[in-house]
């Protein structure tokens, strides 16, 4: 017994000094206080439950119908910081306010309003995550000065977290050296007509989410140590979306001229001038590979998909451009864009040219369009128009998405898939090849496979799949005699014409009950009938 209370005591020692040794991440104790009042200044002792904030106390307003207000030239702190949805935080002009914990959890409105000859600052003193789902805007009036989100000091290294906020609106993100995360659902854009959100903190910006130049706003990427972009850039709507060429973009292999991950959207398609340019060179053309998702869409005057030296990332008319589109990549030209490759192309992820019937856009293979269009895997697809001679020697080709009419200059299927879409017997409801500049072959490999959307009854119509008004059809589907077939349980005959494929609905498939299945009915029909005779 007195050994075991030895070992007691031993042990009692031991945890005690355990519990005083600090752990590698010692979180800070922190009191809280509350906002109490309806519309009220921060600094007013009376608005809060336990006094006015400080760097070690955690604000806390969530009764959702205050608006807080940080005076102007006043200063601010908190540890962490809680806003609940209904509420606004808004710091006025030439005001300062301080983070000094490591969350800001805003689901209401925090206004950091700047300019007017001065400067608001939300300063970070540590690293700090923004969740909430909430909205940060940052406006900058005239008159000089600015709005800013910056760590508390150069030297350090701190980052900013974006898990889900909008972050919106003018002024400037960065400085001092800040590293910036914009998560998977939050969100960067510059929405102010004529107004620019730089961000310029000198650490790396990694974008997962969402970051845009919109409405004739500018964002700008300006100065930081690096972008990787796993999300969606884009500019819309008028807007510009500006990597400065000091800005190293890691997606981009200067080696062999490859743009990976990512989406990047270029979208003048309502018509006023929509920028993107990336830091990639000073040549144009700088983009012979595409590994990522780029969609550029409106009239070419309206759109400029473009180089640090303003010039087009896709073609600089001296032989440099895209020419090749991988497996993981999707390459979408729309609402009349029109887009010239220097040379022969080849696919092998997706590429979609024009979106809804009548659209203009252009896919032209070479400077000519006399150049091969090779696909190896993967889907072409759309309602524009592509000028070249088509190869399809595997993956599909579908016209329309949804169904309309694809144009071609020639086509030869080898081997790969037709995909025919079909929602009515109407012009516009189902799929039309249309080969207007050579013939169309099809190979020992080349299949049709049919697909009724919608729950859609084709039976008792003709549907023309494929018109070739330049020249003759020759070959056929594999897998669609010309004597019948069923697909997509519809008995079809298919005619192929000298300058058309026309596929006719005769009437429901029989579908046959397989042996095994007939078997097990009749034993459950013997029971019953046993089971009858018993009783």
Known sequence: MKRLAILAITLSCLAGLLC???????????????????????????????????????????????????????????DNLALASGNTLSLSLNSQFFISGTSISNAGQITINGGAGTNTFLVLDNNVTLSGAGTLTMTTASGGGNAFI??????????????????????????????????????????VNGQSLTLNGGGSLTNNGTMSGLGGGILNVNGAGSLTNNGTMSGLGGGILNVNGSTPLTNYNAVNKTLTGGTYIVDGSGGSVTTMG??????????????????????????????????DTLNNGS????????????LSILNGYNLTTPGDFSNAGMVKVGLTAGDTSILKIGPAGLNTYTQSSGLTQGTGTIIGH???????????????????????LNNGTFLEQIAGSGSGQYGVLDVTGGNTHLGSGALLD??????YDPVGHLFTILNDSGGSVYGTFANAPSGGFVMDQINWTIAYNSNDIVLDAVSPAVIPIPGSIWLTLSGLAGLWGMRRFRA
């Open 390 to 412: 088509i190869v399809i020697n595997g993956g599909t080709i579908k016209p329309g998405d949804p169904p309309g009419t694809l144009s071609v200059f020639d086509l030869t």
């Open 450 to 455: 049919i697909s009724l959307l919608g729950g």
């Open 20 to 78: 005083l040794a600090p752990g590698p991440e010692t979180a800070r104790a922190s009191s809280s206080t509350t906002w109490t009042d309806a519309n009220g200044d921060w600094n007013t002792a009376g608005n809060w439950t336990n006094g006015v904030p400080t760097g070690s106390t955690d604000a806390i307003i969530t009764n959702g119908t205050s608006t807080v207000t940080l005076g102007s030239g006043a200063t601010g702190n908190t």
């Open 278 to 311: 990336l830091p990639l060179g000073t040549t144009g053309g700088e983009i012979f590979n595409n590994a990522a998702n780029i969609i550029l869409s409106g009239a070419n005057a309206n759109v400029a998909f473009v180089d640090t030296a303003g010039l």
């Open 150 to 191: 910056e760590q508390a000091a150069a030297g350090l290294t701190l980052n900013l977290t974006n898990m889900n906020n909008n972050i919106q609106g003018g002024g400037i993100i960065g400085n001092n050296g800040l590293t910036v995360v914009n998560g998977a659902a939050g969100t960067i854009q510059a929405n």
């Open 319 to 330: 032989g440099g451009g895209l020419e090749n589109n991988t497996a993981v990549a999707s």
